[in-house]
């Protein structure tokens, strides 16, 4: 079993930036692709980011260019860097993870992943 633990969120304001992060449990973080969601309040949950094993990634549109995620196997470590944030950002973010052998695997359906964290507020003021 992965337990994933987020933090780094809070408030900022528009326009400035903010870093993520997630640690995992457990001695084969390496071998688990990545991702992270936001859910704000009254929306469905929502594909932000995602990483493979190599470091292959994958945005939604509405992020490209202001967020960048990326991992640090030796630290057990997924950050996801948000920067230019609006106050559409606000939400709560989860980080989530999901073991496999393919080393490109790389997905944005929340369906795709295994373990969960509990998740980490960011509220961007206007």
């Known amino acids: 079993q992965v337990q994933l633990v987020e933090s780094g969120g809070g408030l900022v304001q528009a326009g400035g930036s903010r870093r993520l992060s997630c640690a995992a449990s457990?001695?084969?973080?390496?071998?688990?692709?990545m991702g992270w969601f936001r859910q704000a309040p009254g929306k469905e949950r929502e594909f932000v980011a995602a990483?493979?094993?190599?470091?292959?990634?994958l945005y939604t549109d509405s992020v490209k260019g202001r967020f960048t995620i990326s991992r640090d196997n030796a630290k057990n470590t997924v950050y996801l860097q948000m920067n230019s944030l609006k106050p559409e950002d606000t939400a709560v973010y989860y980080c989530?993870?999901?073991?496999?052998?393919?080393?490109?695997?790389?997905?944005?359906?929340?369906?795709?992943?295994?373990?969960w964290g509990q998740g980490t507020q960011v509220t961007v003021s206007s």
């Open positions: 989530a993870s999901k073991l496999s052998f393919n080393r490109d695997y790389v997905r944005s359906s929340a369906d795709s992943y295994d373990y």
């Open positions: 990483i493979s094993r190599n470091d292959n990634t």
């Open positions: 457990g001695r084969t973080f390496s071998a688990y692709a």
